[in-house]
């Protein structure tokens, strides 16, 4: 992360809040699909159908109303740690009908997502998983949650500075940056077993890894051989050196198929973003119009690109289109920061007001899912 290269000031300390505020939605526009939930049925049936009915409108795709308009009816029992869902259309026509098994939110959500994916023929983001830094504990330690910020959990209690955090894609693994050692070192915790490994612990900052699209490897910046410069990493942590200036680099992100990368470099002055070949050479500058931009995030599409910027004296959330080559400021209100997309290639998650917002790109509906946890910032998402 840039804040690492430029600045090595992180610690920022506030009182603790453990209170999550109801999802705020600021905007609301655009065609979306009509549909009725006629409610899943069982014990726990209404909570199910509360997740459910959040889930398919966090989508963006479905506008939920009753069975007069709706195109798709949707219902399921939930029962015994498993649950049967079902979707027909306009006709009676069967289009969903399938088990999901786990905990209510978990089958929860991957119903939700296999609607919109059969629906719509795209991504839900559901069952995305989330992690986070926060000053909760009076330290920044990494926290996790659902994409809705449900189930928020602390994982790390380094009591020291934890930051940086970069979840794998399918949500297994997680790199982060901790000083336990007294140097910036990079960690790699087992989300399963707990179990963590330090797997940077070269000479100087190592710091803003980013997985690659299939885990294998990953990309970071390290400043061992002098200025900070990004490397490709194995997973044991060996690798090589993708770039070579007299500045510094920051804040890798992947294209989809891992070919190449973007990052921030401020070798023209101030820090700009750049696309590189996974296995190095010369950056190429991106005409973004802006002349501050970093922490880059690549879509999954691989059509699209969000950073900061500095707009009107604050920071913004931005999209640049690889196609177009158009930039357009996303984000609403002040210090909109980190942002990163989620699966769907649509909706960005992001830092602002102490709080993480999910935000649909297409439509501009901004909703607060995590609060009440002191100064919030640096969230990453699973793919």
């Given amino acids: 992360m840039l804040r690492f290269v430029f600045a090595l000031a992180f610690l920022v300390t506030s009182g603790v809040v453990f209170a999550q505020e109801p999802a705020t939605i600021t905007v609301q526009k655009g065609a979306q699909l009509n549909a009725h939930i006629s409610g899943i049925s069982g014990g726990e049936g209404a909570k199910a159908t509360g997740v459910l ?21 949707i219902s399921g029992t939930f029962s015994g740690g498993q649950l049967q869902g079902r979707v027909v259309d306009r006709s009676g026509g069967t289009v969903l009908e399938k088990s999901y098994s786990g905990d209510l939110r978990s089958a929860v959500h991957q119903f ?55 979840l794998s894609p399918n949500g297994r693994e997680l790199l982060y940056t901790g000083y336990q050692s007294g140097y910036a070192d990079i960690y790699k915790i087992d989300l399963g077993s707990g179990a963590r490994t330090r797997i940077v612990k070269s000479p ?8 690659s699209p299939n885990g294998s490897s990953f990309a970071a910046t390290l400043s061992k051989d002098g200025n900070p410069e990004l490397y490709l990493l194995g997973s044991g942590g060996g690798g090589r050196r993708l770039t070579n200036t007299r500045t510094s680099e920051s804040s890798p992100s992947f ?41 880059p995030n690549w879509s999954p599409d691989g059509k699209k690109i969000a950073f900061n910027v ?22 609403s209100g002040d210090d909109a920061e980190d942002p990163v997309w989620a699966r769907d290639s649509r909706h960005l998650f992001f830092a602002q007001d102490r709080a993480v917002y999910l935000l649909d790109v297409q439509t501009g509906k901004q909703v607060k899912v995590i609060t009440g946890l002191g100064k919030i910032s640096e969230p990453t998402a699973s793919r």
């Fill in 53 to 73: 009915a959040n889930d398919l409108t966090l989508s963006g795709a479905f506008a939920l109303g009753g069975t007069d308009s709706a195109n798709f009816i």
């Fill in 112 to 166: 939700a997502d296999e609607t919109v994916e059969t629906v719509t023929g795209n991504a839900g983001i559901a069952t995305t998983k989330l992690a986070f830094v926060s000053n909760a504990s009076g330290k920044k330690e990494i926290y996790t949650s659902d994409y809705d910020g449900a189930n928020v959990r602390q994982l790390t209690r380094d009591g020291g500075i934890s930051v940086s955090p970069a």
């Fill in 204 to 211: 100087g900052t190592n710091s803003g890894a980013s997985f």
């Fill in 255 to 295: 294209s989809p198929e891992g070919s190449e990368l973007v990052y921030s470099s401020d070798v023209s002055g101030q820090p700009q973003l750049y696309r590189i070949s996974a296995s190095g050479g010369t950056g190429t500058r991106l005409a973004t119009s802006y002349g501050y931009c970093t922490e």
């Fill in 310 to 331: 500095r707009n009107n004296g604050n920071f913004a959330v931005a999209v640049y289109s690889l196609g177009s080559g158009s930039t357009r400021v996303v984000s």
